[in-house]
């Protein structure tokens, strides 16, 4: 049977020297392309074969995207002048960057300009957010860095600033992918610096290459007058996005350029606070902007200085270079929960910051907005190193919380006896008590913020009594029994008539909770 006879798309002589056989294509379905793509990868290793392709057909791409450029020049040529459309493979020859291949079809009379989408394969783009919609020749070719077909399409009369369906032009694709000559080329040929795409994540080619940290491209870009306080929708400037990510060179690249140190990031985060949340390289970045003159007592949106985020993320190196400086506020507390540093540091249980913030002259006897120090802070996370700097700094042993709390309740409740044992050696009140009226109405949260867990029926049930709990009563109801019983042997041998008081009250037998007591505790506590 004739070649010209059959009615095939495409005809293939394949592969094996030894065998030959031959593979009728009926339809362009998913398995014939799949294997067609099989079929160009493997040309340049095949000793035989032979291709005849129908000029109209959608497998042309596929050749100049799979097979190698002298394959795809070699088949080209022998369409001669048969009618085709040159524009429907342009794009893909140029992300193959086949030079000469986009020379013929240019020849052949195809639009440099045209858009054209090319299967995901091998060859898909690196950023996909950029290749979800038709792109030009030189946008693909700048994004694959091809500095001579870039060259070539420019002197064609392609359009420098040609945009994308998303808004990125050809120097966008060359800047987020780092082809430092590409960028110049383009620019160069007058490229236009300013132009932000219409997504979210694409801002100038300045922001672009400082968020991902391409040094040289960015001090071209400068040097060519780039707006360094341009970048995305006007919430985020390059110098921004560069501290966010870490990067300690670019970030002093654009400061020494004049950058802005002292804009907020949407309002809210100064630059200081984008450095020690980064969590990358924050000391020299802090360092750097500290010199730079911004104020490290300046409040994000919830009130916390750059000294709170250090204490809390545990950046140790921050928080000595912080309170080294002059004027810095050690004791400057949250708009909503009143907290310090210290309280934080307290909280995430670091002796080292802690004595570090106690050492720099930080007050350890502030209330939070619950009227707890940083002693009840460190004793509620059993941190008895903590609590032990704290309580050697002159810290309030017996202060009480917005319910009458002491640092001796929390260490009874969570049932640390080395911590109970400490505290009474360094005079606690065994006898302080936590009152507070159980009413109706009355919110729960008020008890759960110790974890005490009222029974649902408690209010319901209309107890108006006034409940008065010691530690001892709190280690009882929890059934700790090592810190209950050194309560009660240190009540014994400090307060010798609390003794004698409870013996001649009646307790329960069960827990040992004096009577006054067991009625509010046994509706309160599960």
């Not at 990031?265 to 984008?274: A, I, K, N, S, V």
């Not at 080395?418 to 009474?424: G, K, N, S, T, Y």
């Amino acid at each position: 049977m004739a070649l010209e006879t059959v009615a095939t798309e495409i005809l293939l002589l394949i592969f094996n020297p030894y065998e030959l056989s031959f593979w009728p294509f009926n339809s362009v379905t998913r398995r014939n392309l799949i294997n067609w793509q099989l079929v160009c990868r493997r040309w340049n290793k095949v000793l035989s074969e032979r291709i005849i392709v129908n000029v109209n057909s959608k497998i042309l791409g596929e050749l100049v995207q799979y097979a190698t450029k002298d394959v795809v020049l070699r088949e080209l040529k022998k369409l001669g002048e048969s009618k085709f459309d040159p524009n429907s493979i342009f794009v893909t020859a140029a992300i193959r960057g086949y030079e000469d291949v986009v020379q013929l079809l240019i020849d052949k009379g195809a639009d440099v300009d045209a858009e054209g989408v090319v299967s995901r394969g091998r060859w898909r783009l690196r950023w996909r957010w950029r290749w979800s919609g038709p792109s030009t020749a030189i946008r693909v070719a700048s994004l694959y860095g091809h500095v001579q077909l870039v060259k070539q399409l420019l002197n064609a009369g392609a359009d420098v600033d040609k945009r994308g369906w998303d808004g990125a032009s050809p120097l966008h694709c060359a800047v987020c992918n780092g082809h430092t000559s590409v960028v110049r080329l383009l620019l160069e040929h007058g490229a236009d610096m300013t132009t932000n795409g219409l997504r979210r994540n694409i801002g100038t080619p300045l922001y672009d290459a400082a968020s991902r940290g391409y040094l040289g491209i960015v001090k071209l870009l400068l040097d060519r007058g780039a707006d360094i306080e341009i970048g995305v929708d006007q919430h985020e400037t390059p110098l921004q996005v560069a501290i966010r990510n870490g990067h300690k060179s670019m970030v002093k690249a654009l400061v020494d350029k004049g950058a802005n140190v002292k804009v907020k990031y949407w309002g809210r985060d100064t630059t200081l606070h984008l450095a020690i949340k980064c969590k990358k390289k924050v000391k020299g970045i802090v360092q750097l902007l500290l010199k730079k003159g911004v104020d490290a007592n300046e409040r994000d949106d919830r009130g916390w200085t750059a000294l709170h985020w250090a204490t809390s993320l545990g950046w140790k190196g921050v928080v000595r270079l912080l309170i080294r400086k002059e004027n810095v506020e050690k004791n400057c507390q949250a708009s909503w929960d009143r907290r310090t540093p210290l309280h934080l540091a307290a909280a995430e249980s670091n002796p080292t910051l802690v004595k570090l913030l106690v050492e720099s002259g930080a007050d350890v006897d502030i209330c939070d907005r619950m009227g707890w120090t940083a002693l009840h802070a460190a004793t509620d996370k059993c941190c008895k190193q903590t609590v032990r700097i704290l309580l050697r700094n002159s810290a309030k042993i017996n202060a009480k919380g917005a319910h009458g709390e002491t640092a001796l309740h929390i260490a009874a409740y969570h049932g640390h006896t080395a911590l109970v044992l400490l505290l009474l050696d360094y005079g606690a009140d065994i006898e302080a008590g936590m009152e507070a009226d159980i009413e109706a109405g009355m919110e729960e949260r008020a008890f759960k913020e110790l974890g005490f867990k009222l029974r649902k029926n408690a209010i319901r049930r209309g107890v108006k009594k006034q409940v008065k709990w010691t530690a001892l009563d709190i280690a009882n109801a929890k059934r700790y029994m090592g810190a209950t019983q050194l309560l009660r042997e240190k009540a014994g041998y400090v307060y010798p008539e609390i003794l004698s008081n409870r013996q001649h009250s009646s307790t329960s037998p069960e827990t040992g909770i004096m009577d006054e007591h067991l009625e509010g505790l046994e509706r309160l506590f599960i």
